[in-house]
T-cell receptor, first 113, second 112 residues
Framework: NAGVTQTPKFQVLKTGQSMTLQCAQD?????MYWYRQDPGMGLRLIYY???????DKGEVPNGYNVSRLNKREFSLRLESAAPSQTSVYFC????????????FGPGTRLTVT | QKEVEQNSGPLSVPEGAIASLNCTYS??????FFWYRQYSGKSPELIMS????GDKEDGRFTAQLNKASQYVSLLIRDSQPSDSATYLC????????????FGKGTKLSVIP
């Protein structure tokens, strides 16, 4: 089992460029999450998908969109990157309702110049 | 707004000592509580979950929960240098909530 995988590991964008961060899990988990982690701010939830076919906003959704492509994959898109989106992005997944233990991927370090 | 508070540290303990990490939360209906360990440059790793008042032990780790005081703690016995990391407290809200609110973490340094 690879667990939760994320691509790319590192990315540098110019302001206004777009990109999609990919996340996949092979644990047959129902729920998936996108977080960002900034120094002094901790982990903050951007979007989540409780189950295949559903997505919901988290604490900091502005500037992002998500797609739950299937049960395994959950992508995060930045349509027009801004320097404020420079961060480390983590994808996580959890098994099912009632079991909220979340398991994290290795992260994507994004720099927007 | 739901808040989870942790002392940012750094907390320094000698090797072999007990490290005590504390966390308070603001949402009284919170139901699930988690401790994650995060090494520098790595992703958070789940080390403990606790759902009921009292203590839960797993190896050298003990999580303690007091819902009346809205307080959760993590004890690490026989601390090792490899325990040096940032420890994140995470809290899930009430029934039906999927979201975890994370504290900003306590940095632990175990001195050989």
């Amino acid at each position: 089992n690879a667990g939760v995988t994320q691509t790319p590991k590192f990315q540098v964008l110019k302001t206004g460029q777009s990109m999609t961060l990919q996340c996949a899990q092979d644990m047959n988990h129902n729920s998936m999450y996108w977080y960002r982690q900034d120094p002094g701010m901790g982990l903050r939830l951007i979007y989540y998908s409780a189950s295949e076919g559903t997505t919901d906003k988290g604490e900091v959704p502005n500037g992002y969109n998500v797609s739950r492509l299937n049960k395994r994959e959950f992508s995060l898109r930045l349509e027009s990157a801004a320097p404020s989106q420079t961060s480390v992005y983590f994808c996580a997944s959890s098994l099912r309702e009632g079991s909220y233990e979340q398991y994290f991927g290795p992260g994507t370090r994004l720099t927007v110049t | 707004q739901k808040e989870v508070e942790q002392n940012s540290g750094p907390l320094s303990v000698p090797e072999g000592a007990i490290a005590s990490l504390n966390c308070t939360y603001s949402d009284r209906v919170s139901q699930s509580f988690f401790w994650y360990r995060q090494y520098s440059g790595k992703s958070p790793e789940l080390i403990m979950s606790i759902y009921s008042n009292g203590d839960k032990e797993d190896g050298r780790f003990t999580a303690q929960l007091n819902k009346a005081s809205q307080y959760v703690s993590l004890l690490i016995r026989d601390s090792q240098p490899s325990d040096s990391a940032t420890y994140l407290c995470a809290v899930r809200g009430g029934a039906g909530s999927y979201q975890l609110t994370f504290g900003k973490g306590t940095k632990l340094s175990v001195i050989p």
